[in-house]
């Protein structure tokens, strides 16, 4: 199986170490067919990298690899692993591993100036043949110097032993603990200078601290920081800065928070998937309980949620939650979330985020909750929180994660916009939360004060919590202050008073408009019945008239017709001659 890559340049093949975050800060791997010298002092982790590149090489890129111990013996050194969760035993039986003790007694070396490493070489050689091996590591050389006196010699011999190395194409690695003006105690780094890694552990304020850094690294672009590792159960986690050209992707899409109304101000619709949000303020203000509906919400929806606590025990959270109708335990059971309880001092900030990384890349959750960030300074160097987070930040919007953050201030006045971590640019969206204190009671506030990308209310809201959860209300604006609380509800019954006022008044206005229109359609009635009262009149005196008219034209027909009047009505009649 084919394991090695190339550079980014194209020019020097690289051997993969399997170690989480070393591949990105040496830029694929250590440099395939060279030595690499792993030095440092006592205790901060030689051993255990040779060996996980080592089982690394065996059971994930198909290379067999050679262990020769100088102090340690197989069976120390197998059980000391065993904790990583490497059974060297199994890949021995295998033939995928070979671990060789060679012990060196001063007083039986007899001092002649023909001394060599032959035996050695021979040792090697027949080890690395029998199983095919293409990986070696040496651990520790500096041994072979306390055994044998004649410094001159063995550096002369392991300047040989190197070349052979190269010459039969291993990637090895040669472990050195570290020297007090030089790399190592006997200058190793003259012979092996390809590559050279550094590991340091470190004590500030009684916290240990284990750090990594390439010193050097022949043909090959590298990470020339200092970065934090942590060895844990299942081996070592390297923590580089993965994302400083900030070519992540983003999502348009949007997650709601669980909180109908805060959803409202943040245009409606949440926040994006895979944004940074900080909750902010100071103490009792109800960030946790923010974050925890956040998390229950994501539960909700099937998502798996990663909550990071460090002031409460999960046992602690589950049931102060439940006081305001917030019941995480079913998700706990369910596995749809995992809470990490740990107070800051159990080990350094940045080892704090390397377990951090391990538990995100073990739970694959799509919501990470810290619960807060500001404990993990605890007032000793807060400049060293900012770049931390930092990389927590771009690691998880690498992976499109959402996250969301909790942060204490100090006061509760104006300043606290100014975040004490001087985190807040680095996050997408921003909300305040603020306790006001008026007549006589302390309220709480919210608003949002910046979330990227998106319309979002600018006004304050009153963050009430409950046995039946979180609601957000409408504050008043008084005179001179804003009214929360009691002098919110006050507000409220004076408004609905006066409404009520107001309706009695406009049904007032109605009942009299609809009366005086009861009366004018009232004598609208009359006025048109005496209209009609007249008309008939009128109408009876134009048909007396006409019958008057009628009866008498009748009549003077009549007294016509009987004297004998012509039709022109002369009255005479006309008699013959």
Known sequence: MKTNTLSRGGNLPKCPTGIVGLDEITDGGLPAGRPTLVCGSA??????????????????????????????????????????????????????????????????????????????????????????????????????????????????????????????????VITGERGDQSLTRYGLEEYVADCVIILDQRIHEQISTRRLRVLKYRGSAHGTNEYPFAIGEHGLSVLPITSLRLD?????????????????????????????????????????????????????????????????????????????GIDLGPWVKKGLLQIHSSRPTLQGL???????????RSFQPSIVVVDPIGNLSLDRDTSAVKPTLMRLIDFLKQQQITTLFTNLTSGGGETTENSQLGVSSLMDTWLLLRNVEFNGERNRTIYVLKSRGMAHSNQVREFVLSDKGIELVDVYLGAEHVLTGTARVAQEELERAAAALREEDHQRKLSRLASRQKAIEAQ????????EVESAEVAFSLAREMLHQRTAQQSTDVMAHLRGADKTGSGRKQGKR
């Open 248 to 324: 992540h992707e983003v999502s348009a899409k949007r997650i709601p928070t669980g909180i109908a109304r805060l959803d409202e101000m943040l245009g409606g619709q949440g926040v994006f998937r895979g944004s940074s949000v900080l909750v902010s303020g100071s103490s009792g203000t109800g960030k946790s309980s923010i974050g925890a509906r956040f998390a229950d919400a994501a539960c909700r929806r099937g998502e798996r949620v990663l909550l990071f606590a460090y002031e409460e025990s999960s046992a602690q959270i589950i049931r102060n939650m439940g006081s305001i």
């Open 524 to 531: 609208i009635a009359a006025l048109r019945c005496e209209a």
């Open 350 to 360: 940045e080892q704090h985020l390397v377990m951090m990384h391990d538990a995100v």
């Open 43 to 172: 205790g901060s982790g030689k051993t255990m990298l040779a060996m996980e590149f080592l089982v690394r090489g065996a059971t994930q890129y198909g290379e067999p690899g050679v262990f020769m111990m100088f102090e340690e013996n197989v069976a120390e050194l197998t059980a000391n692993v065993r904790s990583l969760g490497f059974d060297l035993e199994r890949l021995a039986a295998q033939k995928k591993l070979i671990l060789d003790h060679v012990h060196i007694e001063r007083s039986e070396i007899e001092e002649t100036g023909e001394y060599d490493l032959e035996g050695l070489f021979i040792r090697l050689g027949h080890a690395v043949k029998s199983i095919g091996a293409k990986r070696v590591v040496l651990d520790t050389v500096e041994a072979l110097f306390s055994g044998l006196p004649n410094h001159a010699i063995l550096r002369a011999e392991l300047r040989r032993l190197f070349r052979w190395l190269k010459d039969h194409g291993l990637t090895a």
